[in-house]
């Protein structure tokens, strides 16, 4: 008899649930195969970037044609702006080389210089004497860029391997790298608009409260699954994958594995205490 009540009850409970979504959400039709989430779909975003990635003018009045001695720039610090400079659009690499140094004042000129390479690697025909800048740059000065540029910094380091790496390896790492760091970009901004603090996770809510995924796919099973331990197994060999890499591979890894704000680590923070100690983090 008790059984019985408690299977009704559950039912009642479960069809209040239901109850409850058509009445906050309506009807939530199944999307059409040929519908697009964009306007214009692929041939659309590949004409957003046609336009985005124009070559900067006055590139080699930013950077001369000549061999730059890298340990020179480090040992110079950028001095102070005398007045605030926004964020600009520009396409003029003389400009946006002189905004660049206002972001890193007080810092040394290398960084500066590195992230205005990053910039021009971005657009298309860059001729190849930056990609090679590039490269030198972090084959002999890796470990000081790796220690002393920020988040968003590293972020387009690796976009630039991934773009330009010198070797399947530097490319490879880049990529996952920097999906990685934009998809928690993406999805923890879309987080954010809940005004919860992104170092708490959402309290679970009832199975049959909750929507499908996209593509079909079956959610993640916070209590057995291993999805994130294998995400971050994979960045962890591709950060080792290449000398010229590591430097870069290693310091994206230790943020991945310190901040408490990503979605890796809410994970952590849903797992039952014993699978949290069996995955290294109790």
């Known amino acids: 008899m008790k059984s019985t009540f408690r299977r009704a009850r559950l039912r009642a409970l479960s069809a209040g649930r239901a109850l409850r979504r058509r009445l906050q959400y ?10 697009l989430i964009m306007p214009g779909g692929i041939a659309g975003i590949e004409e957003y970037f046609n336009r985005r990635e124009r070559p900067y003018r006055n590139a080699k009045e930013a950077i001369p044609d000549v061999r730059l001695e890298l340990q020179a720039a480090k040992d110079r610090r950028l001095p ?23 972001q890193f004042a007080g810092q040394s ?8 390479v990053c910039a021009l690697l971005r657009r298309r025909g860059c001729p190849p004497r930056y990609r090679r800048l590039f490269l030198r740059m972090w084959r002999e000065e890796g470990a ?18 991934a773009d330009a790496g010198g070797t399947t390896e530097q490319r490879v790492a880049g990529q996952a790298f920097a999906l990685a760091f934009d998809l928690i970009k993406l999805h923890d901004s879309e987080r954010r ?28 099973s ?16 591709l950060a080792k994958s290449d000398p010229v890499f590591e430097p870069l ?34």
């Open 26 to 35: 309506g009807s939530l039709p199944e999307p059409a195969e040929t519908d």
């Open 80 to 102: 102070a702006p005398s007045a605030p400079v926004p964020r600009r659009a520009t396409s003029d690499a003389c400009v946006k080389y002189r905004d660049l140094c206002c």
């Open 109 to 116: 000129e290398l960084l500066a210089l590195h992230a205005l």
């Open 144 to 161: 000081f860029l790796a220690a002393s540029l920020n988040t968003r910094w590293l972020i387009s380091a690796a976009t630039s391997f």
């Open 193 to 220: 608009l809940s005004g919860r603090p992104n170092s708490l996770a959402f309290a679970p809510i009832a199975k049959d409260d909750r929507f499908p995924l996209a593509f079909g796919l079956r959610p993640y």
């Open 222 to 237: 916070f209590n057995k699954g291993d999805l994130d331990l294998s995400i971050l197994s994979r960045l962890s060999k």
């Open 249 to 282: 591979g290693d310091q994206l890894m230790a943020k991945l594995m310190s901040d408490n704000r990503s979605v890796f680590a809410r994970t952590q923070m849903l797992k039952p205490p014993k699978r949290r100690q069996r995955s290294g983090a109790g």
